[in-house]
């Protein structure tokens, strides 16, 4: 079977859980055997691993019509259409789109990030989607987030294959319900075109039924996992804080989706019951100076650490260095971000809001705006042995058996489903 997959980040550039998961989607097809994958991105840097797929640099694809001379074309298509009603054509087809973006060899500059002139980019992006789309062969599109749900569109109207989309989100989560309707405009415009619709959650797909109308048939859950720790990453030494200071940890985007609010809150109600415990919140997002300033007026900024955007080992290192993990976001699609703390042995709590609550048993589960269990909880865990050491153990033996080679698996039925082969 061979896939066009259609993303928009891929690691190690990546700058959220989507380029993440698009690395475990990816893989864990990769490992059935028999499933062909060419990954298409805006912006490829190079390091990518491509041991296992085909990439595409989008802004390698030349996209410019060759200017051809009036008697090539008459010997061409003269036989069924005047040689000027092709130029006519022809320059209809380009007259929107904005040729300062090319280059040289008439291929299209992206950005490979989220831009002020994203719908732009996006918008381009489904453009170069039609050119590959003409020149690959595959027998089911596939693809990721809302950014290339046109692409995808467009590259099923090119070849009339299938098309899958998978939601990582959607813009309810996004904005607590303030949603942006051009955003909205093209989640659906996805799902109503889509043969396929895979959710990382039982949320997220409930969303996908009632908020955009879509039919349960066609619409499915594909929950997220996490690959097991290289080598180097788990011999990350972790620090022994026993009779010592606690570290508990936020680590994400810090905005309104993640709830970082929630989190400065409850730190405040536990700093009052001790001062043994510091507080990281690392990241970054449009509420970051915010939360500083909240951090201050509660009194407790000589506890708080803001160390900014983490990558790579760094995740890990700040993972292995807390006692408590902490995850406490008001609608959350799925979260990796536990499964990655488990992983370290790291104690978690997450609001039951999230998608991952519906496969994680042996973690702390509150409800994202008690702040008082979520104090409680953390305080809980900083203080008594047992339920750290039972936390740790149980949550990364469960985590361990959450693999994107079973995810693969699934997805590859469902394309066969899609496909009607079974």
Request: proline share 5%.
């Amino acid at each position: 079977m061979k896939v066009l997959m259609f993303g928009w980040e891929f690691p190690p550039h990546i700058l959220g859980g989507l380029g993440t998961a698009s690395y475990g989607i990816t893989k864990g097809l990769s490992e059935q055997g028999d499933i062909d994958i060419t990954f298409c991105l805006p912006r490829p840097w190079g390091d990518e691993d491509k041991s296992f797929m085909n990439i595409i640099s989008m802004s390698a694809v030349p996209i410019a019509y060759r200017d051809v001379n009036y008697d090539y074309v008459k010997s061409r298509v003269g036989n069924v259409m005047d040689p000027d009603l092709y130029y006519k054509l022809r320059d209809h087809i380009y007259a929107d789109f904005n040729y300062m973006l090319l280059d040289d060899l008439g291929c299209v500059e992206f950005s490979g990030k989220y831009g002020d002139n994203l719908y732009d980019e996006i918008n381009n992006y489904s453009i170069v989607a039609g050119v590959v789309a003409r020149q690959q062969e595959y027998d089911i599109i596939h693809a990721h987030d809302w950014l290339t749900y046109p692409a995808g569109i467009h590259a099923k109207k090119v070849s009339g294959k299938p098309l899958c989309i998978h939601v990582h989100a959607t813009d309810f989560d996004r904005s607590r319900g303030n949603v942006n309707p051009t955003v909205y405009s093209i989640e659906k415009d996805g799902m109503d075109n889509a043969d396929c619709i895979m959710c990382v959650s039982e949320l997220t797909r409930q969303t996908v039924i009632n908020q955009y109308h879509q039919d349960p048939k066609k619409v499915f859950t594909v929950h997220n996992a996490v690959y097991p720790l290289r080598q180097e990453l788990q011999d990350i030494p972790r620090p022994d804080h026993t009779n010592k200071e606690k570290v508990v940890t936020f680590l994400g985007r810090i905005t309104m989706q993640k709830g970082p609010e929630y989190f400065v809150e409850a730190a405040n109600m536990v700093l009052h019951r001790t001062h043994n415990v510091r507080f990281c919140m690392a990241g970054s997002g449009d509420m970051l100076d915010a939360m500083i300033y909240l951090a201050a007026e509660r009194g407790i900024a000589d506890r708080f650490h803001f160390p900014g955007f983490m990558r790579g080992k760094e995740v890990y290192e700040c993972l292995k260095d807390s006692d408590v993990y902490v995850m406490p976001s008001v609608s959350e699609p799925f979260g990796i971000s536990p499964l990655e703390a488990m992983q370290c042995g790291t104690p978690t709590i997450i609001s039951k809001q999230s998608g991952c609550a519906e496969i994680l048993n042996n973690c702390i589960k509150v409800d994202y705006w008690d702040i008082h269990a979520l104090a409680d909880a953390i305080y809980s865990i900083c203080h008594n042995d047992s339920l750290f050491d039972y936390l740790q153990v149980e949550g990364k033996r469960e985590v361990d058996q959450i693999t994107w080679e079973k995810v693969g698996s699934w997805i590859r039925e469902l394309y066969e489903r899609t496909l009607g082969w079974k």
